[in-house]
């Protein structure tokens, strides 16, 4: 995918553990309250769109790994992942995945991995 054109999307799937800002990272690269959050309490319980206005980026939000159940979300996400990667529309598929962690300093790090067009 080469993006030449105003129309082309760049897809980012924002994953982390539960309470770890995900969807307040969402809120703030839009500028809007839009995703609900919450206090280290799961509040996303699947995988929302969020297109950011006068872009080319569309976000997806995730629900957070919990101990008991990250396997079910990790099976979830992977799920949605390869089924946009065989879209024929590459508007659709999945461009980044996006992980927020924060280290035992409470400062934010990201780890990103770029998927490549097919």
């Known amino acids: 995918m080469t993006l030449n054109s105003i129309d082309d999307t760049i897809n980012v799937v924002i994953i982390g553990n539960t309470g770890e800002g995900k969807s307040t990272l969402i809120n703030a690269v839009l500028n809007l309250n839009i995703s609900m959050t919450g ?3 799961p509040v996303t319980q699947e995988i ?3 297109k950011v206005p006068r872009s ?3 976000l997806f ?3 957070g790994f919990e101990v008991e159940a990250s ?3 990790v ?3 992977t799920q949605f992942i390869n089924k ?6 590459s508007n659709k598929r ?7 962690v924060f280290s035992s300093r409470r400062s934010l790090t990201s780890h990103c991995v770029v998927l490549g067009a097919r």
């Open 56 to 58: 080319q980026l569309r």
């Open 84 to 89: 946009c990667s065989k879209d024929t529309d």
């Open 39 to 41: 206090v280290g309490d």
């Open 71 to 73: 396997q079910n979300t």
């Open 48 to 50: 929302f769109s969020y």
């Open 75 to 77: 099976d979830a996400v």
């Open 61 to 63: 939000d995730t629900k």
């Open 94 to 100: 999945i461009h980044s995945v996006n992980q927020k």
